[in-house]
């Protein structure tokens, strides 16, 4: 029963990501589009192997809902996912890429749905983008990989055990969110700038 409901989480969290590589296909991007989107998942698996030393202290997430911010949901969707998976080619691939790839994706697609175009000049601009990054990080990421890990590991899932697993990974996920606040706080309104300039220069 396990097996199953894993086998079946893992199906469906490949399912949803398709519809968001189909309509990027769809789209027919440019080349500088393609080039502008490699640039960023290059910057994003760099940030993460910088920090490998650190547990947890990851700027990933942070590069990701700065992408989508600059560039657009669809874009921080696909940045998160390919960022993850790239990445995971030096820190390990697994049944739990695919989770990540989905967590990190929708972080990146809610980011650029709140904030692409919207509120740049405002003085708590970065206040909420911040405070946004640390709730996505524990609120969103976290919970998404803490239910990889109780379906990995609970054999008959009763709601006690689901609540030790999320109150075990709080830690963890507030690091998370820590650091995610933190490096959108550092860079935030200039990468949004340059990535704003660049999508009027070449019309994304």
Same mark, same amino acid.
């Given at each position: 029963?396990?097996?199953?409901?894993?086998?079946?989480?893992?199906?469906?969290?490949?399912?949803?990501?398709?519809?968001? &590589?189909?309509?990027?296909?769809?789209?027919?991007?440019?080349?500088?589009?393609?080039m502008?989107?490699?640039v960023?998942v290059?910057?994003?698996v760099?940030?993460?192997?910088?920090?490998f030393?650190?547990?947890?202290?990851?700027?990933?997430?942070?590069v990701?809902?700065?992408?989508a911010?600059?560039?657009?949901?669809?874009?921080g969707?696909?940045?998160?996912?390919?960022?993850?998976?790239?990445?995971?080619?030096?820190f390990?691939?697994?049944?739990?890429?695919?989770?990540?790839?989905?967590?990190?994706g929708?972080?990146g &697609?809610?980011?650029?749905?709140?904030f692409?175009?919207?509120?740049?000049?405002?003085?708590?601009?970065?206040?909420?983008?911040?405070?946004?990054?640390?709730?996505?990080?524990?609120?969103?990421? @976290?919970p998404?990989?803490?239910?990889?890990s109780?379906?990995l590991?609970?054999?008959?899932?009763?709601?006690?055990? &689901?609540?030790?697993?999320?109150?075990?990974?709080?830690p963890?996920?507030?690091?998370? @969110? &820590?650091s995610?606040?933190?490096?959108?706080a550092?860079?935030?309104?200039n990468?949004?700038?340059?990535?704003?300039?660049?999508?009027?220069k070449?019309?994304?």
């Amino acid at each position: 029963m396990q097996k199953n409901y894993y086998l079946i989480a893992v199906l469906i969290v490949i399912m949803s990501m398709v519809p968001f &590589f189909f309509m990027f296909e769809r789209k027919k991007p440019r080349a500088r589009e393609v080039m502008m989107l490699a640039v960023l998942v290059t910057i994003s698996v760099l940030s993460r192997a910088v920090f490998f030393m650190i547990p947890f202290f990851k700027p990933m997430l942070a590069v990701v809902i700065m992408s989508a911010i600059g560039l657009g949901g669809r874009c921080g969707m696909l940045v998160g996912t390919l960022s993850v998976f790239v990445s995971n080619f030096m820190f390990g691939q697994g049944p739990w890429t695919v989770w990540q790839m989905i967590a990190t994706g929708l972080c990146g &697609f809610a980011a650029g749905i709140l904030f692409s175009g919207r509120y740049v000049e405002k003085p708590f601009y970065t206040v909420c983008v911040c405070i946004y990054g640390f709730f996505a990080a524990v609120f969103m990421y @976290g919970p998404i990989m803490d239910t990889y890990s109780a379906l990995l590991y609970t054999g008959h899932m009763t709601g006690k055990q &689901f609540l030790a697993i999320y109150l075990s990974g709080l830690p963890v996920n507030i690091i998370h @969110g &820590f650091s995610t606040c933190l490096f959108l706080a550092l860079f935030c309104r200039n990468m949004e700038r340059k990535l704003r300039r660049i999508k009027i220069k070449y019309s994304f």
